[in-house]
């Protein structure tokens, strides 16, 4: 609840600004509705579908906005619509619905247009607002054929934790989550990784994790984003093999950095502190390229990769490497929608692996 407190605050202080849709993707973007228009907690939801060959087996990315931001700004920051376009997969959008009257439940939606990720209701299986992106998830799958084995759910800031509820609540449904700055399960309160495992029930199974994390973000601070690695971590031990400390370690088998040998350089100077941005360093200083990062890989006891951790060195609250004209974004890299896409595709739940 802090953390949300923090970004309410901010945006009120901010401003509004009304961002545009992407319109670079030439393929067909249109609005939907799970599961009818008036049925308690229906959701809107956008669909991206590539101009590509229609065919069956397509993978399909969910992706959850944050707080403030709607489906269309989450495609537009993200250019997951254009990296679709180029390799023939489908995106989802849902949309939370905002609720100036909101009454602290799930079924009108959020002030700021927030997923509930923090109440207990959304947290689950087959409930509140888990239930009704599953629902979507499902409804597209069905409808545009797309591979079940490679369906996958990602957010940003609020949307991660969602992401997150969603990976403890439907392992089977998902063949891998990504958190863009999130926070471990249950309101950032599962350090252990125990309470998500519980959460997966009779589905539960070790889960590939893709976790993006800026080390200058004040709002989901450095901290809290090497929690929710260890919860992954200590989730994925327990699903694996019933033990904690069995046989998923909690050091990384590899570690890469990169760019820490080169200076950026002086850029166009495109400003990207927006209203309802948090400041992003790479804007006000005019570089361009990316930020120094650090990849970190953790695998299981057969040394199958089974979490990826980025960590971006002195990005913000901002999506790295998105479109400058959304709001947060920072426009300097790495281009975390390649990144996170990449890591989906190379695990299927049918994988060699067998997560």
């Known amino acids: ?105 799930s079924i009108d939606g959020n002030s700021a247009g927030c997923w509930n990720w923090f109440l207990p209701e959304n947290q689950g299986r087959d409930q509140g607002e888990a239930a009704t992106i599953a629902g979507i998830t499902r409804q597209v799958t069905a409808d545009q054929q797309a591979d079940p084995d490679r369906v996958y759910v990602e957010g940003i800031s609020a949307g991660a934790d969602m992401a997150v509820n969603m990976g403890a609540a439907y392992p089977d449904l998902y063949a891998a989550i990504g958190a863009v700055a ?7 309160a599962d ?36 929690a929710l690695v260890q919860q992954w971590l200590g989730t994925d031990d327990l699903a694996d093999d019933g033990a904690a400390n069995g046989s998923v370690s909690r050091l990384p088998a590899t570690t890469e950095n990169h760019g820490f040998d ?18 992003c360093v790479g804007g006000v200083v005019g570089f361009q390229g990316t930020y120094p990062y650090t990849v ?38 790495p281009d975390i929608t390649t990144a996170a896409y990449q890591f989906f595709l190379a695990h299927p739940k049918a994988g060699a692996c067998g997560h």
Not at 182 to 188: I, K, L, N, R
């Open 1 to 105: 609840m802090k953390k949300l407190a923090a970004l309410v605050a901010g945006v009120l202080a901010a401003g509004v600004l009304a961002v545009p849709p992407a319109g670079a993707a030439s393929g067909s973007f249109s609005r939907h509705t799970w599961p009818a228009p008036g049925a308690p907690g229906a959701r809107d939801y956008w669909l991206y579908v590539p101009s590509g060959p229609a065919v069956a087996g397509r993978p399909l990315v969910v992706f959850l906005h944050g707080c403030t931001l709607t489906a269309i700004e989450a495609a537009q920051l993200t250019r997951f619509n254009e990296l679709a376009e180029q390799l023939n997969f489908l995106v989802a959008y849902p949309q939370q619905q905002t609720s100036p009257q909101w009454t602290g439940t």
């Open 182 to 188: 999130g926070c471990p399960y249950a309101d950032c």
């Open 296 to 333: 970190q890989r953790y695998a299981d006891a057969r040394g199958c990769d089974l979490l990826d951790s980025w960590t971006v060195h002195g990005l913000a609250h901002a999506y790295p490497g998105g479109d400058p004209q959304a709001a947060f974004t920072d426009p300097l890299g």
């Open 191 to 226: 350090l252990s990784g125990g309470l998500a495992y519980q959460a997966m029930g009779a589905n539960a199974r070790a889960l590939p994790v893709f976790v993006e994390q800026g080390t200058a973000d004040v709002l989901n601070n450095e901290a809290m984003g090497a």
């Open 262 to 279: 080169q200076t950026p350089q002086p850029g166009s100077g495109a400003v990207c502190i927006r209203p309802r941005n948090f400041p």
